[in-house]
C-alpha cells in the first residue's frame, strides 16, 4: 500500500532525490502548505516516514479538510500497522472526495487488514461503483468474498479484474489459490502458472505450485517446485517446510531431516519443527500434535474436507462407530458431546440418536461448516481438554471420530471425558492401530505425522481411569497411498 499522488501535488522523483535533512525539521520554514505536502509526499516515497508524517500533520494544521494529506498520512499509518488511525484518516479523507474510487478502495483494504470483512467489501463495492473498470478492486472484493466462504461470487470478480487486466498476475496468484482450496487442481495449476509467466511473487508461487504437486502425490516435482522457491528467496520458511514434507513423502527421511533443521535455522516454529523431526525418529515425540498445527491445517482443508476424505481417502470411521454403538447402545434422546467434531460428518449420522448434540474443535473454518449442516445444538471453538474442563453439564455419549490421532498420551483426555460423563455413560473413540515393531510401545508418531496406539495401553488407561472396557474392533477406517489404514473402534463405559 503506497502513497497515491494527484497530478498537483505529486513531486518529480528528480527533485524528491535532491533532499536532505541537515537539521531538526521545522515546519514552519516551507512557505506554503502545498510545499509541506509535496515535500511529505516526496519523503513518504523514499521511506522516510517518520518526517512524512511530521509534515503531513503541520499541513493539516492548516487544513483538516486536505485529502491529499488525509489519504496518504492514513496509508502511511497502514503501513506502521497503527491500523484504527488509519481507518479514521482515510474516512476523513473519503468524506472529502467521497466520488474517489482510490480512497473507498484503500479505506477497504485497511478494513479487511483488520478482518472486517463486510465493510471491506462495502467499500470495495463503492469504489467498484464509481470505476467499474478498477482491476485493483475487483481482486480486492474477491478476497474479501473469499475470506467469507462466498467464493462464486469471488471468482467472478477475480476473473473480472484478469478480464480488465489479463496480465494482473495478483488476480491470477489470488484466484489459483482459492481454486486449490477448492479442489479444482487443474484450474489452479492454469493460474499459477499464468501468475508464475508474469513474474509475480516468484518464490511464493513456486511454493503453491509445490504445495498443488503435493497434494497430487507428485513429491518429486514438489521437491523440485520448492527448490525453485529456496532460489528465488533462500530465507523462505514456507519453502523449506514444504521440501521436508515432500522428502518425507519420498521417504527421505535423512534428507527431510536436514532440511527441517534448514526451515528451522530460518525462523520456522521450533515446537512445530520437533513434531516433524520426531516423526521421523530424530527427536522425543511430544505428547500431541501442537495446537497450531491442527488448527491451521484444518482452517486451509476446511472447504475440501468433506470431498477429499470420502472420495479419496475412503473414510468411514463416523459410519463405522454409528453401526458399533446402535448395536451396543440402541437408547435414544442422549446428550452427546462429538469431540473434534470438524465439518459434522459424525454429528450428521449420530443426531437421530441425540435429544442434545454438541460439538466442539479448534478450527473456526470447520466449525463454520458445521453450523451450515444444522444438526448440533451448540458449537464451541476450543482444544478438547479446555472444552472438557470448563463444560460442566453431564453427557450420556461422548465421541471421538478419527481425533486421538493428534493425541500421543491420552491419560489426560480419559480423565477429562470420565469426569463429563453420566453414570453409565459411554466414550466412543477410534485410533489408528500400531504395527509390527511397534506394539510393544504405549503410541508411536508415524511419519504421517499422526499417532498410533495399542490396544493394551487403550486398555491400561481404561482401567486407570475408571472405564469399563465394553467392545474394541479392528477395522480399516481409510485408505492412503493405496493401503488400508487399520484402526481399533472402541467403547468404554463409565463406572
Not at 462407530?321 to 451396543?328: A, G, I, Q, Y
Request: hydrophobic content about 45%; proline content about 4%.
Amino acid at each position: 500500500m503506497t502513497a497515491v499522488e494527484t497530478s498537483t501535488s505529486a513531486a518529480p522523483a528528480e527533485q524528491a532525490n535532491k533532499i536532505t535533512w541537515n537539521q531538526p525539521l521545522k515546519p514552519a520554514r516551507f512557505a506554503t502548505r502545498a510545499r509541506n505536502l509535496h515535500f511529505a509526499m516526496a519523503l513518504h516515497r523514499r521511506g522516510d516516514l517518520r518526517k512524512a508524517e511530521h509534515l503531513y500533520r503541520a499541513v493539516l494544521k492548516v487544513d483538516r479538510s486536505d485529502f491529499d494529506c488525509l489519504h496518504n498520512l492514513g496509508l502511511l499509518c497502514a503501513q506502521e500497522g497503527r491500523l484504527d488511525d488509519a481507518v479514521r484518516l482515510l474516512r476523513a479523507g473519503a468524506r472529502q472526495d467521497p466520488r474517489s474510487p482510490e480512497a473507498h478502495n484503500n479505506l477497504a483494504n485497511v478494513l479487511a487488514m483488520m478482518q472486517r470483512h463486510d465493510q471491506a467489501a462495502a467499500g470495495f463495492r463503492t469504489a467498484i461503483a464509481l470505476r467499474p473498470d478498477f482491476a485493483e478492486a475487483h481482486n480486492n472484493l474477491a478476497n474479501a468474498l473469499a475470506a467469507q466462504g462466498k467464493t462464486e461470487e469471488a471468482a467472478r470478480h477475480y476473473r473480472q479484474a484478469i478480464a480488465l487486466r489479463p496480465a494482473y498476475g495478483d488476480a491470477h496468484l489470488n484466484l489459483g489459490r482459492m481454486l486449490s482450496n477448492e479442489g479444482a487442481l487443474d484450474s489452479a495449476a492454469t493460474h499459477y502458472r499464468r501468475a508464475l509467466a508474469l513474474g509475480t511473487r516468484p518464490a511464493e508461487t513456486h511454493c503453491l505450485i509445490g504445495d498443488l504437486q503435493r497434494r497430487r502425490g507428485q513429491a518429486d516435482a514438489a521437491a523440485a517446485s520448492y527448490r525453485q522457491a529456496i532460489k528465488h528467496a533462500p530465507d523462505l520458511v514456507e519453502a523449506w517446510l514444504g521440501l521436508g514434507h515432500a522428502l518425507r513423502r519420498e521417504q527421505k527421511p535423512a534428507e527431510a531431516i536436514a532440511v527441517y533443521r534448514q526451515a528451522l535455522a530460518k525462523g520456522a516454529d521450533a515446537q512445530i519443527i520437533h513434531y516433524y523431526l520426531a516423526a521421523l525418529g530424530a527427536a522425543a515425540a511430544p505428547p500431541a500434535t501442537p495446537r497450531r498445527l491442527v488448527s491451521a491445517i484444518f482452517d486451509r482443508y476446511s472447504a475440501r474436507y468433506d470431498r477429499h476424505v470420502v472420495e479419496r481417502l475412503k473414510y468411514r470411521t463416523p459410519n463405522l462407530l454409528f453401526d458399533l454403538v446402535v448395536r451396543s447402545l440402541p437408547a435414544r434422546d442422549l446428550k452427546v458431546v462429538d469431540l473434534g467434531c470438524g465439518t459434522g460428518l459424525a454429528g450428521a449420522l449420530f443426531r437421530p440418536l441425540a435429544g442434545n448434540l454438541v460439538g466442539v474443535d479448534m478450527s473456526a473454518s470447520m466449525l463454520e461448516l458445521a453450523r451450515q449442516r444444522g444438526v448440533y445444538d451448540e458449537l464451541f471453538c476450543g482444544e478438547l481438554i479446555d472444552f472438557l474442563r470448563s463444560h460442566r453439564a453431564r453427557c450420556d455419549l461422548a465421541l471421538a471420530a478419527d481425533v486421538l490421532v493428534y493425541l500421543g498420551d491420552l491419560g489426560r483426555l480419559f480423565a477429562c471425558v470420565h469426569q463429563t460423563l453420566a453414570p453409565g455413560g459411554r466414550f466412543v473413540f477410534s485410533v489408528e492401530a500400531a504395527e509390527g515393531g511397534e506394539l510393544g510401545q504405549d503410541f508411536v508418531l508415524q511419519p504421517t505425522l499422526r499417532y498410533a496406539h495399542s490396544a493394551a495401553y487403550l486398555r491400561r488407561q481404561a482401567e486407570k481411569h475408571g472405564f469399563v472396557f465394553e467392545a474394541i474392533e479392528m477395522q480399516a477406517l481409510r485408505r492412503e497411498e493405496d493401503r488400508d489404514i487399520n484402526g481399533h473402534l472402541v467403547i468404554l463405559r463409565r463406572n
